[in-house]
């Protein structure tokens, strides 16, 4: 999933020691430009990640993430994590053409259209002298 927006904070860096060798990630909030702006907080894992994105306060991003959710003493939390993050910029992306495939792809065929189904009509009422009519 993709998220488009402002990075308002970034929270402290956590780090550790697990049994495959010393870890480190760091948690972000980022705010969309809707309508109703909704808040996000994702987390970033792994040094080489946090280097690489290299993610500042007031930078406008876009953030590809996945949902996992996990169970802990019987409650359940959701884990939003980043797997990648890139700057953006909105005035940019207004002056990008539409996507167009590339040279020499075959061109997509129509979706055939599906024939019109046929309506029948109700079964003619029975004379069986009751006076439920109903057809079932």
Do not use: C
């Amino acid at each position: 999933m993709d998220l488009q927006g402002k990075i308002l904070v970034a929270l402290p860096p956590r780090s550790g020691e697990s049994a495959r060798g010393p870890w480190e990630a760091q948690d972000f909030v980022v705010e969309t430009h809707d309508n109703f702006p909704r808040k996000m907080v994702f987390t970033v894992f792994g040094s080489d990640r946090l280097q690489r994105f290299n993610i500042q306060v007031g930078q406008e991003v876009l953030v590809s993430f996945e949902i996992d959710a996990h169970e802990y003493q019987g409650r359940w939390y959701n884990s939003i994590r980043a797997y990648d993050v890139r700057p953006f910029d909105p005035q940019n992306m207004a002056a990008q053409p539409p996507f167009q495939p590339a040279q020499g792809a075959a061109p997509v065929p129509p979706a055939p259209q599906a024939a019109p189904a046929q309506q029948t009509p109700f079964p003619p009422a029975q004379e069986s002298g009751t006076e439920d009519d109903l057809p079932f």
